[in-house]
């Protein structure tokens, strides 16, 4: 049973590029969450993704977007990169009745993406 | 607003060491659920532990074991008998109920087990 995927696994974008990261969520998982690990700090929440929309965000720019596709799989898109945007980049999936009882998530095992 | 503290940076100990890590979070709502995870150099987050805010028992499950306690805020993690396998950063992380499982995390606190 294959976990959480995501691809590229590591990324070096210039300054002022775009970048699109890719999730596909563990089997029988609908929900997707996606969050930002900059080094030596903890997670933060970007956003979620239920039923192909943005369910709720966390506190980051309108350059941060995203999409989540029938079959559950979802993207992260970042325009405009930043030297802060360096971080690695993690894709968590759950079951949407699962977090209801915040049962957790699955989190994939990132991609690290540096900005130069 | 949700925070949550873990002072230590790092723990180092010697192999078979029991190990402590401590947790502070800082919540408004009346019920919510505390998590502990793993990431190990790999990058992942391995769910270890969840506990709901109305159920202050506190367990122990294999090496494992927790101390909750809601009148100081506090829940820490206990690593007993520590093995090398144990060296990974270890997150606290809060989660409202009605929050869809938005997890907010501590910093980390690297644990370092030597032979």
């Known amino acids: 049973d294959a976990g959480v995927t995501q691809s590229p696994t590591h990324l070096i974008k210039t300054r002022g590029q775009q970048v699109t990261l890719r999730c596909s969520p563990k089997?029988?998982?609908?929900?997707v969450s996606w969050y930002q690990q900059a080094l030596g700090q903890g997670p933060q929440f970007i956003f979620q993704y239920y039923e192909e929309e943005e369910r709720q965000r966390g506190n980051f720019p309108d350059r941060f977007s995203g999409h989540q596709y029938p079959n559950y799989s979802s993207e992260l898109n970042v325009n405009a990169l930043l030297l802060g945007d360096s971080a690695l980049y993690l894709c968590?999936?759950?079951?949407?009745?699962?977090?209801?009882?915040?049962?957790?998530?699955?989190f994939g095992s990132g991609t690290r993406l540096t900005v130069v | 607003a949700q925070k949550v503290t873990q002072a230590q940076t790092e723990i180092s100990v010697v192999e078979k060491e029991d190990v402590t890590l401590d947790c502070v979070y800082e919540t408004r709502d009346t019920t919510y659920y505390l998590f502990w995870y793993k990431q190990p150099p790999s990058g992942e987050l391995v769910f270890l532990i969840r506990r709901n805010s109305f159920d202050e028992q506190n367990e122990i499950s294999g090496r494992y074991s927790w101390n909750f306690q809601k009148s100081t805020s506090s829940f820490n993690f206990t690593i007993t008998a520590s093995q090398v396998v144990d060296s990974a950063v270890y997150f606290c992380?809060?989660?409202?109920?009605?929050?869809?499982?938005?997890?907010?995390f501590g910093a980390g606190t690297q644990v370092v087990v030597t032979p």
């Open positions: 992380a809060l989660s409202a109920v009605d929050s869809w499982g938005k997890l907010q």
């Open positions: 968590a999936s759950s079951l949407a009745s699962g977090l209801t009882f915040n049962y957790g998530y699955t």
């Open positions: 089997s029988g998982h609908d929900t």
